[in-house]
């Protein structure tokens, strides 16, 4: 334990005893961030120092710049950043909570935001050519929702191209690299805001999950990611990968952080037609050391060939940790494991030709400078906006959709992912939660994804069955392999029951802790 966590810890317990002496320790210990890095701190922790006067926004936000300032050349986080805004919306913050304007928990706590969502006048490209010089005229609705709650926006952060990818590297604007291990790659499509998470350059992030890109980014990184469930979070604003499968989620540092945003970006919104009326987004109050009767299944399916031993090891022993504190576990089948992968990119490879059409040079974005008349113009400026991975998608969208082959492989893929929510309704009826790996395997390097598309489509076959049943799932640190890079547990709710997800991730992050607070 380092010196900065021991000098909070006996803050925290002196502080307990006699109130009286809080002024005193604050000043010794936390007063301006002068004895305390502000960088260790979690959001909601920065949150309550800066309501206690002992930290500020700005000092926040400078801490978090001369962060980026460090390593952002050699990770490449972000895609925009802009450091005097940013600087400026954090002074404006402190003069909000100054006058009682702002009393939320993330209320002058910097945030990056994944750069395909929409941030009104704040470059916003999806990591992509053809969307180069793209600046929305307005925020999406989960954006919206943290800057109300007072949230900092630091700037938009690296992804796959139109999140198409699972390592952050089809990016037209460079690689992102694992803060654990920059030779590695930080995971996709999320990978900016989970690298970004993980070597402090933010707080914590927004990022989105069409098929596991927000969970398998924070297993490779070492954080704590969430998928809820679909129509939670408010996909206004949003630019489609998927629409039946993408939906909105935090990256932080811990399941406290996880809960406390997600009360913040869960809502209605009449804007978004999926959008659902939900009354029990009190998700911190899931917040409780206590799995006492939780009953959790394991399928053996997702403990077969490919799984690296190590991630195995690290997976079980987490539920180890769940039942020594009376959790129920078990192992059962989970069907249709398979079939998973063709069903999922049958489908977001349909909607994404269909939602990828709408970039064609005309109204904003990349245009091609060269060419003869409407038709060619189209083209051009297509082929030359878009990646390899992007185009590979597209022309596979257009493929399955076509007349002959709609029947054959669309129609059936929708057929085959209602059977994979079926089996899971089942497992549901016997279990609160399913527990098992998010990746076969920690973080490859770089380049080796790459040069073999199928595998890296074969990353995804633990996290897309949840995107194709609406499910939530939850992503949070379990261990390392042997190189020191971290593994990732996913744990799986039914549909609204995120709070289930939360007690069990909590309770999982104190066994590891220790029980030290």
């Known amino acids: 334990m380092n010196n900065q966590m021991n000098l909070r810890i006996i803050y925290r317990a002196f502080c307990a005893t006699d109130d009286t002496k809080q002024p005193l320790l604050q000043t010794i210990f936390i007063k301006k961030g002068n ?72 209320a002058g706590v910097p945030v990056a935001i994944k750069d395909n969502m929409c941030t009104k006048g704040m470059l916003t490209t999806c990591s992509s050519k053809i969307l180069e010089n793209f600046v929305p005229t307005f925020s999406s609705e989960a954006v919206i929702k943290l800057e109300e709650a007072g949230a900092v926006i630091i700037g938009k952060t690296n992804m796959d191209e139109f999140a198409m990818g699972s390592t952050t590297e089809t990016s037209a604007y460079g690689v992102t690299k694992n803060p654990c291990n920059p030779e590695h790659v930080p995971g996709g499509s999320s990978g900016g805001s989970a690298a970004a998470v993980a070597a402090n350059e933010c707080f914590f992030a927004l990022g989105s999950d069409t098929g596991g890109s927000i969970r398998q980014p924070a297993s490779y990184c070492g954080v704590v990611g969430m998928k809820p469930t679909y129509g939670t979070v408010s996909r206004y604003g949003l630019i489609a990968y998927g629409s039946s499968l993408d939906q909105i989620g935090p990256l932080c540092k811990d399941v406290t952080d996880c809960a406390t945003i997600m009360e913040i970006i869960a809502s209605h919104d009449v804007k978004d037609s999926t959008s659902i009326k939900r009354e029990d987004t009190d998700f911190t109050s899931a917040l409780v050391d206590d799995v006492a009767g939780l009953k959790i299944g394991i399928p053996r399916d997702y403990f077969g060939e490919g799984l690296e031993p190590q991630v195995k090891e690290a997976v079980l022993n987490a539920a180890k940790q769940l039942e020594a504190k009376g959790a129920i576990v078990e192992e059962f089948d989970l069907s249709l494991v398979d079939y998973a992968i ?22 904003y974005g990349y245009r091609a400078k060269n060419y003869d008349g409407l038709h060619d113009m189209y083209k051009k400026t297509r082929s030359e906006g878009f990646g390899p991975e992007v185009k590979r998608r597209i022309m596979l969208g257009s493929f399955v959709l076509s007349s002959g082959y709609y029947d054959a492989y669309y129609l059936k893929a929708l057929r085959v ?10 497992a549901f ?62 744990l799986i709710g039914d549909c609204f029951k995120e709070k289930n997800l939360i007690r069990a991730g909590y309770a999982l992050e104190q066994a590891q802790k220790g029980g030290v607070q």
Request: glycine fraction near 8%; charge should be negative; hydrophobic fraction near 45%.
């Open 35 to 106: 004895a305390m890095d502000l960088l260790n701190l979690t959001a909601v922790e920065l949150g309550k120092e800066i309501k206690a006067g002992n930290a500020t926004a700005v000092e926040a936000m400078e801490a978090v710049i001369a962060q980026i300032e460090k390593t952002e050349d050699n990770l490449n986080c972000y895609v925009t950043f802009d450091k005097e805004t940013a600087l400026a919306n954090a002074k404006a913050a402190d003069e909000a909570i100054k006058a009682g304007k702002l009393n939320g928990p993330l």
């Open 342 to 363: 063709p069903t999922y990119y049958t489908i977001a490879a349909a909607e994404a030709s269909s939602n990828l059409e709408r970039f064609d040079g005309v109204k």
């Open 417 to 426: 992912k209602a059977l994979i929510k079926k089996a899971f309704d089942e």
């Open 429 to 490: 009826a016997k279990y609160d939660v399913i527990l098992g790996p998010v990746a076969p395997t920690t973080a490859p390097k770089l380049g080796s994804s790459l040069s073999d598309p199928i595998k890296m489509y074969l990353s995804d076959i633990y996290t897309i069955s949840l995107n194709l049943a609406g499910l939530p799932g939850l992503s949070i640190p379990c261990g390392k392999d042997s190189a020191g890079l971290p593994i990732g547990v996913q």
